[in-house]
């Protein structure tokens, strides 16, 4: 026992007591990722295993050319999402900029949603700042644009707040910005007047020599009330400290450390998570906080990481888990039961559609996710809500049902009539562009509901993915109809939990079903437009395995070679685009900075439905 002392004493001396000390819970590593999972971005769902049953849908779809299709200014740049739920309603916002990051003009933006999945048309809360007349800009300053960590507050007396940052450009964070603005969102969808909550302490800003008063200058009392109430807020407002750091001490943090996200764990103590995987905790609702610390297990960027405390009673973080320069891809969620250790990395959305226009450091992917914080709302069905910008054009939000789930015990038999018409899918991982929508439709009847995909996208696909029993030989059977021929097309595979495609089916536009068998192409027959096709496929998935097809009970395909060899199968996917593993663009060599051709208009609409999905399996 003394040599074992000795030896604890001798190695304190060498490397430090906080080796010695360091403790996955305390100070020194807040958070811990357990799991096993690697990420490897080939396919850009990272061969991760899907969290059952997440719903991605498109808010906003970008249009320079028609702008009335987008947001009626035909800017291309947008990024920096926020999410509330309030008054039975989501609120959305996020900040856009003609073609560039950091480059003025700028705005912010808002849209709204009674159900996360059908989004009114965005329109402008805090337009671009145009300084009083006579007002110098500030030495280095090439303009005003819109930047912010956090879009809204709902206050204790139930005001809502919409909030966002003036900075100047090309910095947002450099001494020549202005202050935060702050408007009240009122219950019949207008806003009222803006003001400023705070001017930034890094110049010398106030009412004379900016556009907007104070918030004290409002003859709401209830505004008012909301607005001290926020700066009260310790953690709410420490989401500001990028943007201006305040006075010495003013906030408890004293490292560079970028776009906060906050949760309560279960032993009270507050974890919050930055930029670039770092962290740190609080025992005192962020009065003062430990020193952010790097965590050793959470591979992340310069993209945002989210925590939050589930309908569940769990945890979890979401975040993009690689270090790749401009692609950040996927989003997955990690989670845990003590908001101390997380586990079962999952993926949330996995694609990464072309990116439409160019723009300064528009990195590929879903990024910058933020859920909705402990005092923004919470929605009533059970599901954790994120929001995330594509390509920093594009807007979207994730549903993701609780208990988050890696896979499915038991065979599935799924015909839709139980569904809501235009809802949530039960159970399906869904991916709905605005112009290739995902939904259950009263087809051929309200009685006989289907799954419609429907694709007007000229660079994107409507996909559905539906999870089953992992084994290595599966029985799956659907039916499916074609409402066209010589437009379009229609990609089945069957899955294994890495991403691999064994089994892989095409509706072609030329009117012919084919078949991958092995390296070549068969062509299996002839469809027809509005005809109903029974499709059974026999998957023995072993490193050699087979695979049969029968249609409408006759065998077209019988031990055809795999495309990829695997060891079991746990997914059937529907997809009306072809397979696609690159983010990079493909334009024209000589214009790389031209619009992809086409990209603001639809195209003639192909649409599938499904019905009568079963699928069983067994090792």
């Given at each position: ?5 000795a030896?604890?004493?001798?190695v304190?001396t060498v490397?430090g007591t906080?080796?010695?000390?360091a403790?996955?819970?305390?100070e020194?590593?807040?958070i811990r990722?357990?799991g096993?999972e690697s990420i490897?971005l080939?396919?850009h769902?990272?061969r ?15 249009n ?5 299709l987008?947001e009626?200014?035909?800017w291309?740049?947008n990024h ?6 309030w008054n039975?309603?989501?609120?959305q916002?996020f900040?856009s900029?003609?073609?560039?990051e950091h480059?003025?003009?700028g705005?912010t933006l808002v849209?709204?949603?009674p159900d996360g999945?059908?989004?009114a048309?965005?329109?402008v ?8 007349p006579?007002t110098?800009?500030p030495?280095g300053s090439?303009?005003?644009m819109?930047?912010?960590r ?6 204790p007396n ?6 966002a ?5 090309e910095?947002p964070?450099?001494k020549?910005?202005?202050?935060r603005?702050?408007?009240e969102?009122y219950?019949?969808?207008t806003?009222g007047?803006i003001?400023?909550i ?6 010398d800003?106030n009412?004379s020599?900016?556009?907007?008063p104070?918030?004290?200058?409002s003859?709401?009392a209830?505004f008012?009330?909301?607005?001290d ?6 953690l709410?407002?420490?989401?500001w ?7 010495v001490?003013h ?6 450390v970028e776009a906060l ?12 998570l930055?930029?670039?995987?770092f962290?740190?905790?609080s ?9 952010p ?7 992340m960027?310069?993209a945002?990481?989210w ?9 979890a ?5 690689t270090?790749?320069g401009e692609h950040?891809?996927p989003?997955?969620v990690?989670?845990?039961d003590?908001?101390?250790l997380f ?6 959305y ?6 439409r226009f160019?723009g ?7 990024q910058y996710?933020r859920?909705i914080e402990?005092?923004?709302?919470n929605p ?14 594009d807007?979207?939000v994730?549903?993701?049902p609780v ?5 499915v015990?038991?065979?599935?038999a799924?015909?839709f009539?139980g569904?809501?018409s235009?809802g949530?899918?039960?159970?399906w991982n869904?991916y ?7 939904q ?6 309200a ?8 694709d007007?996208?000229p ?14 030989r599966a029985e799956i059977?659907f ?5 066209q ?13 890495f991403g691999n495609r064994p089994?892989?089916l095409?509706?072609?536009s030329?009117g012919k079903?084919?078949?991958?068998k092995?390296?070549e192409?068969v062509?299996?027959?002839?469809y027809?437009a ?5 499709i059974?496929?026999?998957v023995e998935a072993?490193?050699?395995g087979h695979?049969?097809v029968?249609i ?10 795999l495309?990829e060899?695997?060891l079991?199968?746990e997914r059937?996917?529907?997809r009306?685009?072809?397979y696609?593993?690159?983010p990079?663009?493909?334009t ?10 086409g990209?603001d208009?639809?195209v ?6 499904f019905d009568?999905?079963r699928?069983?399996s067994e090792?």
């Open positions: 026992m003394v040599r074992f002392a030896f604890l004493i001798l304190s490397i906080s080796a010695i000390d403790q996955t819970g305390t020194h590593e807040p990722y357990i096993g490897d080939t396919p769902e990272g991760l295993r899907y969290a059952v049953g997440v719903a991605n849908y498109q808010t906003f779809r970008a320079r050319t028609h702008p009335e987008a009626g200014h035909g291309t740049y920096a999402p926020a999410l509330a739920y039975d309603r989501f609120y916002e900040l900029n003609p073609v560039d480059i003025a003009p705005h849209t709204t949603s999945r059908h989004w048309q965005p329109q809360v805090f337009p671009a700042y145009e300084a009083p006579g110098p800009m030495k090439h303009g005003y819109m930047h912010q956090m879009g809204f507050y709902v206050a139930g005001r809502l707040l919409v909030l940052f003036y900075g100047h450009a910095d964070f450099g020549g910005g202005i202050g603005v702050v408007r969102a219950k019949d969808g806003y007047p003001y400023f705070k001017y930034t302490t890094q110049a800003w009412e020599n900016t556009s907007y104070l918030y004290t200058r003859e709401d209830g008012v009330e909301a607005c109430a926020l700066l009260a807020d310790r709410m407002t420490l989401q400290y990028d943007e201006d750091p305040g006075p001490g906030y408890p943090i004293k490292s560079d996200s906050y949760y309560h764990r279960k032993d009270g103590k507050v974890v919050g930055w930029k670039w995987s962290a740190a905790l025992s005192d609702e962020g009065k003062t906080f430990s020193t610390v790097k965590l050793p297990t959470i591979t960027d310069g945002k990481i925590g939050q405390r589930t309908d569940d009673g769990r945890y973080i979401i975040y993009n888990p270090v790749h950040r891809y989003l997955a990690a989670t845990g003590d908001g101390i586990d079962h990395l999952l993926l949330v996995a694609e990464v559609p072309p990116r160019f300064r450091w528009k990195d590929y992917g879903p996710n859920g402990e005092v923004n709302g009533p069905d059970q599901a954790l809500w994120d929001t995330f910008s594509v390509n920093k054009e807007m979207w994730s549903r993701v208990p988050v789930r890696s896979g015990d038991g065979p599935v799924d015909d009539n569904e809501a235009g949530h899918v039960t159970d869904i709905s562009p605005l112009w290739a929508p995902v259950v439709v009263e087809f051929p009847s009685a006989d509901k289907s799954l419609e995909l429907r007007e996208d660079y994107d696909y409507a996909r559905a993915i539906r999870v089953f029993q992992e084994g290595t059977t039916r499916v109809q074609a409402a021929t010589g437009t379009g097309l229609l990609d089945i595979e069957a899955v294994d939990h089994v892989r095409r509706f072609d030329d079903i084919k078949a991958t092995g390296a192409t062509e299996l027959q002839s027809q509005n005809q109903w096709y029974e059974s496929i026999s072993t490193p050699f695979y049969a029968t409408d009970g006759r065998e077209v395909l019988k031990e055809a070679a495309a060899s695997v079991s199968v059937l996917s529907f009306t685009g072809p696609r593993d690159q990079t663009r493909q024209d060599n000589e214009a790389p900075h031209a619009p992809l051709p990209g208009d639809r003639a609409p192909a649409v599938f439905h009568d999905v699928a069983s090792d």
